[in-house]
Structure formats: structure tokens, C-alpha cells
């Protein structure tokens, strides 16, 4: 694959290839199909309909090879058919597929907590659970930051996304199209301003990450009172907000104010762990050891599994049966899920990940300095994104964001958009994409952000 992992083979050709225009007739007669069959209000970024997957490439139904470079949203990490994680699978399969863990529980459940432990940030004595999502990852999260404090109030960020169940809606930032007309939400939830260094610089403000800190936390202590505060959310990366980093220095003080009044910090990782950024999480990269963290995504090669892991005596405060679900842990599930984790150990993903990233983002910056409809280049690692912008302003351009994706698919490149404003296009391809497919997928962006701009 790479002077990194040179061992990678591949089940599928790593090659583009178009043979009809897209959508194809295949897809086109399964969209009229889905119209009648599925609700509406599920909605889907692509117009075409996959038949096979395997490291950087989707085949549809009409046999074009389309280079994938948004994983499902960071979630085929190790591809979409992983040798390794498809025998787990099929192994576990083969003896049960379901007992109930809080029934009769079972090893891959409690071998997953014990990775997820090892893994995770700092080496204070933790706890795990595992969940189906990454929503019912993050409301468990606060459920226990309440119960162990035994305060209420939790504090959420701007341009977040934490999900999509009514708690997870009350903590997401974004209106449209995740949160309109499904309230009341949740209550006892707060927001505050984020660290956001290119918009922050173009408000004349102090983009430094301290002083960007000290403007939430001053918000905090007025308008809620530290003492009244159960947790901290926040992803160390934004992802549906517009991949936005955050500056050096505002994690580590937000962290240090909740260990000195007693609130629990939650690393929403559920996009950004593993590997994605370069690190197996995202926050270990300012040292930040968060007291939970909430984890889904890229953990099983594809199939629904979440955790939280957090300090022992936090999750060891709950009550008995007081966390679990019907299928939360489940044992196909797990199994995918220590597979994945081989995968990801063996290729080194973490270091690939940042290869992708330096390999991408030199390229995208270059594009920038040519065209200024491109705001900023962002990212970490395998997590990559661009901010469209109207020529010599900051002012969000969604519209251009929507053409590059289009010509970017006509063109047989998958990609996906995000932000607040609507107007980033995100790079989230698998870890184990070739340099010879990325490059061409670059190329193929590169041409299609030249276009649109024109």
C-alpha cells in the first residue's frame, strides 16, 4: 500500500472507473424502489447504491469503482470488508449471534472493555460499557456525570454535534436538519462559545486558546455557577460543525477548570478515536485525559457498536442495571470489534493516518493560496477539511460547497460535506487507502474546486 504498510493487499481493483454516467440504471430503478418503501425523512448524501467496498473504493450496482473518501463517516477505518474483522464476524456468528450481556454475558464483551481501558487515555484504574451508537454513547456519558455529582447543568459548545436522541439534540448546535420541529429538548443544557480559530481571528477577537477558554469559563461561572455544573462535553475535533481544531491551549484549560471544580470532562471521541487524527484519540495530542470518554465509529470495522470508558469510580457509582440495553455489546459486534483493533495495531493506522494527512493537506493548502474561494485548510491527520468562503470576505459559501461535492461524485469521488454554515468539505478516507488512490482523488478535487470557483 505504502512504504508504511507494504503487506496490504487488496481484495477489489484501487482504481476509479466510471461506465456509466452516476447515478446508473441500477441505482436509478433502487431510488424509485426506496421512494416508496422508505421514509423520507431518511436522507442520503450520495445518489448512488453500493454493491461491494473494499480499502479506498465502493463499487455500485452499476459497476463503477468510486474512490471513497468519506468512510461512512469515519467509520471503515480498516475498509469496508476487512479480511480480519469479516472471519471475526462470520466466526462469532456461527456459535451465537445474541444472548443479552446483562442475561448471560459473554468474553467479547468484557475483552473489548479490557482494550478500551488499556487503550484510552491515562493510566487511572477505568471502567467501560458498550452501547449501539454513538448518541447512546454520549447520553450515558452525562447520565452518569449526573449521578456521580449529583448536579444537573451541562455545558455543550457551539458548532456541536453529540447526536441525534432528544438529549443528544439538546446538546447538538445545529438547527437544520437535526433538530427542527423535534422539541421540546432536554433541559438543564447550556451552550458556549468554542474555540474556532479562523472565525474567531476574522471577529477580532483573541484567537489564542486560552483566552478562548477564559471566555466560555468566565460564561460558565456567571451564567451557571461552577457548582451547579455536572459535565463538560466537547469533541477534541468538531466533526458536523465544520471539523473544527481548536486552538492550542483551549482544551487543557477547560480541562484543568473542571478537575479544580469538580465537573466531569467528557471527550466526545466518537468521530475522532481511533487513529482517525493520527493518535488513537484525538485529545491525547495537548496531553488531555479526559474523565470519560465516549467512543463509536471506527471501533468495529462497520458495525454498530459504542462504549464510554471513564475513572472507576465514576461508572462504578451507578447502581446495578442502571447502564446496559437490550443489544448494547453485542457479541458479533465485539468480535468485529477486536478485529479492528488488531487491524489498526498491525497497519500502524495512526501513523498512516498522519501520512494521509501531510500528503492531503499539502496539496489542499497549495490549492488555497491559488484560489481564494478556499477560507481555510484544517485539520489532523486522516480528518481534513476545507471552508469555502465568497472571494475576499469570510461569508460562507454553501452553495459552491454543494457544486465541488457534485463534481466531485460526476467525476467518481466520493466526499462529504459538514459545518455549520454548510460550506466545508470534509476528507474522511479509510485509513488504508493507497497513496496512488488518494492522489487521484486529490486531483480529481482539486479539478472540481477549480471548476465550481470558475
Given at each position: ?12 481493483p ?9 447515478p446508473?440504471p441500477?441505482?436509478?430503478?433502487l431510488?424509485?424502489?426506496?421512494r ?7 436522507g442520503s ?11 479506498g ?31 471475526a ?18 468474553e467479547g ?7 478500551l481501558?488499556?487503550?484510552t ?6 471502567r ?11 447520553e450515558?456519558a452525562?447520565?452518569?456525570a449526573?449521578?456521580a ?13 453529540h ?29 458556549l462559545?468554542?474555540?474556532?480559530p ?7 477577537l ?7 477558554a ?7 461561572e ?6 451547579a ?15 473544527i481544531?481548536?486552538?492550542?491551549g483551549f482544551l ?9 471544580n ?17 493518535a488513537?484519540?484525538?485529545?491525547e495530542e495537548e ?11 471506527g ?13 472507576a ?15 448494547g455489546?453485542?457479541?458479533?459486534a465485539c468480535a ?10 498491525e497497519l500502524?493506522?495512526p501513523?498512516r ?9 499539502t496539496r489542499?493548502?497549495?490549492?488555497a493560496?491559488e484560489?481564494?474561494v478556499?477560507g ?8 481534513i ?13 454553501a ?7 457534485a ?5 467518481g ?7 455549520t454554515?454548510?460550506n466545508?468539505v ?13 492522489d487521484?482523488?486529490l486531483t ?10 470558475a
Open positions: 500500500m505504502t512504504a508504511t504498510n507494504p503487506s496490504l493487499t487488496y481484495r477489489l484501487q482504481v476509479r472507473t466510471l461506465v456509466t454516467a452516476l446508473g441500477e441505482s436509478a430503478r431510488a424509485e424502489r426506496r416508496s418503501a422508505v421514509a423520507g425523512g431518511v448524501s450520495v445518489p448512488v447504491y453500493a454493491a461491494d467496498a473494499d480499502g473504493v465502493i463499487v455500485d450496482v452499476d459497476g463503477n469503482s468510486l474512490i471513497d473518501l468519506g468512510s461512512g463517516i469515519a467509520v471503515t477505518s480498516v475498509g469496508a470488508s476487512d479480511p480480519r474483522v469479516a472471519e464476524i462470520a466466526a462469532q456468528a456461527a456459535h451465537f449471534t445474541h444472548t443479552c450481556f446483562m442475561v448471560t454475558p459473554y464483551y468484557v475483552a473489548v472493555a479490557e482494550r481501558n488499556a487503550l487515555p491515562g493510566d487511572h484504574d477505568k467501560t460499557v458498550l452501547f449501539n451508537s454513538g448518541a447512546e454513547a454520549v450515558n452525562i447520565k452518569v449526573r449521578l455529582t449529583g448536579r444537573d447543568a451541562v455545558v455543550a459548545f457551539d458548532h456541536a454535534y447526536g441525534r436522541t432528544n438529549l443528544t439534540m439538546a446538546l447538538t448546535a445545529k438547527t437544520m436538519p437535526y433538530k427542527k420541529d423535534f422539541g421540546p429538548f432536554a433541559p438543564e443544557v447550556y451552550r462559545p468554542m474555540s474556532y479562523y472565525r474567531d481571528a476574522a471577529a477580532g483573541d484567537a489564542d486558546g486560552e483566552a478562548a477564559a471566555r466560555a469559563i468566565s460564561q460558565i456567571k451564567q451557571i455557577g461552577g457548582d455544573v455536572a459535565a463538560v462535553i466537547i469533541e477534541p475535533i468538531q466533526g458536523e460543525g465544520g471539523f481544531v481548536p486552538a492550542p487543557p484549560a477547560l480541562a484543568s477548570w473542571a478537575k479544580e469538580g465537573v466531569v470532562f467528557i471527550a466526545d471521541e466518537v468521530q475522532t478515536g481511533f487513529a482517525r487524527t493520527g488513537w484519540f484525538a485529545c496531553g488531555v485525559v479526559p474523565d470519560i470518554i465516549t467512543m463509536a465509529k471501533i468495529a470495522g462497520g458495525l454498530p457498536l459504542s462504549a464510554i470508558t471513564g475513572r469510580e465514576l461508572l462504578d457509582a451507578v447502581h446495578p442495571g442502571g447502564l446496559g440495553g437490550t443489544y455489546g453485542n457479541p458479533v468485529a470489534a477486536l478485529a479492528a483493533l488488531d487491524t489498526m495495531t500502524d493506522l501513523a493516518a498522519r501520512a494521509i494527512g501531510e500528503r492531503a493537506v489542499l493548502r497549495a490549492l493560496d484560489l481564494p478556499i481555510d485548510v484544517r485539520g489532523r491527520g486522516a480528518m477539511a476545507i471552508e469555502l468562503v465568497r472571494p475576499g470576505t469570510t461569508e460562507p459559501d452553495d459552491l460547497t454543494k457544486a465541488i461535492a463534481k466531485a461524485l460526476a467525476a469521488v466520493v466526499i462529504l460535506t459538514c459545518g454554515y454548510g466545508v470534509r476528507l474522511l478516507p479509510p485509513l488504508v487507502i493507497g497513496d496512488a488512490l488518494l487521484d482523488a480529481v478535487l482539486e479539478t472540481a474546486v477549480r471548476d465550481a470557483a
